[in-house]
């Protein structure tokens, strides 16, 4: 889980390291899908969005 909000907190999400998936992570997860994956906003965050965040923070 840590890993994962330190990977959306370096993309520029408002999500802090808690360790656990909390309000803030669930919304930075949905935040996430809204823009980068529209056909599923659930706040779940699965390996379809893990592979999109990780291919985008492999562009910057």
Known sequence: ??????ALAAY?????VTGSY?????AAASAFQR???QSRVDGVWDEDCA???GWLAAQV
């Open 51 to 53: 592979a999109r965040l």
């Open 1 to 6: 889980m840590k890993a994962l909000q330190t």
């Open 22 to 26: 909390d309000l803030r992570t669930f």
């Open 35 to 37: 823009h980068f994956r």
């Open 12 to 16: 520029g999400y408002a999500c802090p």
